[in-house]
């Protein structure tokens, strides 16, 4: 880890601001000019680690510029550690901090207006190709601006018009894994378009956790039904089934389970909250073809929720 102080190729270290599953964070500032940045430091020398931190930047300079989409101003650079670093654009906080502040004060429109903002910067993502596979509120940024931008594309994949390719495994965050992805329904002959309903899972859950703030509670609840599904009521080992027999299964949970889907929530327009209740629950249905098929669909619905 960096110190506060210490000097990284002109630029001064500030602050500390957190770390994700492979990197570290920091507050920095360069030494002439007095701009701010981050400054995103690979915490492993594994070749696997350092593959992903190279393909994060690489998807962030196919992103930039886009006004809901972090933009990376360096490429990764060896530290005198031979640790990787690069510098990118400066948050002052994620979206979880600004909506459990005690101090803020967020109307319903304003949440719908950050909501959107992930939207367009997710659409902008997925029409590049890019799948982000760990979108949730750690990952959703908030710049002085007031604009939202997403980050974190450490398990984002870019992909061709059809398929991963036989080099890549179908990989998740844990935070909002599509309950699919438990029950390993893709393979690597999978279709592309058989991934993106899980970003739009993730989207449901953002939305729900916009008006809630304890998203954790349902994808708890999801999880363990589940594990019981798996584990008590089918004993299914999966490590054994084709891909065939594990969609049959998943179909066969996702059908028990849409009575476990409650995630209304309430805003101060009854009408309002008719539309983004129907849109969190189309959004995080267990069954991945009832969902939107594209974050463009959303958009459209979001964008009439106050008319």
């Not at 367009?120 to 601006?145: K, M």
Request: charged share 25%; with cysteine; glycine share 4%.
């Amino acid at each position: 880890m960096l110190r506060n102080g210490e000097i990284i190729n002109n630029h001064l270290v500030l602050e500390y601001k957190g770390a994700g599953s492979f990197a570290h964070v920091y507050k920095v500032q360069h030494q002439a000019t007095k701009n701010l940045f981050a400054l995103k430091l690979c915490k492993s020398l594994d070749a696997n680690d350092l593959n992903l931190f190279h393909d994060e930047h690489s998807i962030l300079q196919t992103l930039s510029p886009h006004r809901n989409i972090i933009i990376p101003y360096s490429s990764p650079t060896p530290h005198t550690t031979s640790h990787l670093y690069y510098l990118m654009e400066l948050a002052d906080y994620a979206l979880e901090k600004l909506l459990t502040s005690t101090q803020a004060i967020i109307t319903d429109e304003e949440k719908v207006r950050i909501f959107h903002e992930v939207c367009e910067g997710l659409q902008h993502a997925h029409s590049n190709n890019i799948l982000h596979r760990d979108l949730h509120w750690d990952n959703i940024l908030v710049v002085r601006t007031n604009e939202i931008k997403i980050s974190d594309f450490g398990l984002g994949k870019q992909f061709d018009a059809n398929r991963f390719g036989n080099s890549v495994k179908p990989r998740w965050g844990g935070f909002v894994s599509p309950p699919e992805f438990y029950f390993e329904v893709h393979d690597d002959n999978t279709p592309i378009s058989r991934y993106i309903p899980g970003d739009i899972y993730a989207l449901g859950i953002v939305l729900y956790y916009l008006f809630d703030n304890i998203p954790m509670r349902y994808v708890s609840e999801i999880y363990d039904n589940m594990q019981d599904f798996i584990i008590n009521k089918e004993n299914l080992d999966l490590s054994t089934m084709d891909t065939s027999a594990k969609t049959e299964s998943y179909k066969k949970w996702a059908k028990s389970v849409h009575t476990i889907n409650n995630l209304d929530v309430y805003l101060k327009s009854d009408s309002a909250s008719l539309k983004v209740n129907e849109i969190i629950k189309k959004a995080t249905n267990p069954d991945l073809d009832l969902r939107y098929r594209t974050v463009g669909e959303i958009l459209e619905e979001v964008q009439n929720i106050f008319i």
